[in-house]
């Protein structure tokens, strides 16, 4: 009787040890919830701080004060009052390309593709020519025509004679083309001899 208690003894210590230990291995094997860390979060290396960061970054009021806006700052009324390779386009200095230059021309190109201005044919004997940016006049040759059965004569309109298929009569300019022997008569620019009534 005494052996049997002491085997149900041993038997009990050996089942709680096994116990023990299986549930020590069990509480093990949870993984605990990540603690939450308070506190400041430090900036990676070579970051700036909130705190620099605040003391670079100008309130937005201060940032928007340095902004011009181009009609206050780029208003024009004049090519001249613009900078260098700015154009005063429809009041305001804008970027252009290429800046005309006309300053002293009155024709000619103004060294952007476009022209300063056309020399006008207003003297019909003379013919207009743009030089260096200035118009100047030269005659035309003699016996050209400038309108109206007028030519050129040195530089002057004059009236042009036409004697075309005649030998006698008005060239048209108060000139004669021609006169006709005693015995002949003048018919339409034709010297003929008169046919006598018999």
Known sequence: MKNIIILVLVLFLIGGGIWFLLNSEAEDSIIPEEETITGTILPAEGEPTPEEEAQTTPPDSEYES???E???QDECS???E????YGCIAGICQLIACQPDCVGKTCGDDGCGGSCGVCEDIY????????NGVCIYANKANEMPCGD??????????CQPDCV????GDDGCGG???VCDPIYTCVDGSCIIPILDM
Do not use: A
């Open 149 to 158: 059965g007028m030519w050129c004569m040195n530089g002057e309109c004059v």
């Open 66 to 68: 340095t902004i011009q």
């Open 176 to 178: 004669s083309c021609g």
């Open 78 to 80: 004049t090519d001249e």
């Open 165 to 168: 298929g005649k030998t006698c």
């Open 82 to 85: 613009c900078e260098t390779g």
């Open 124 to 131: 019909l004997c003379q013919e207009p020519i743009c030089q």
């Open 70 to 72: 181009p009609d206050e």
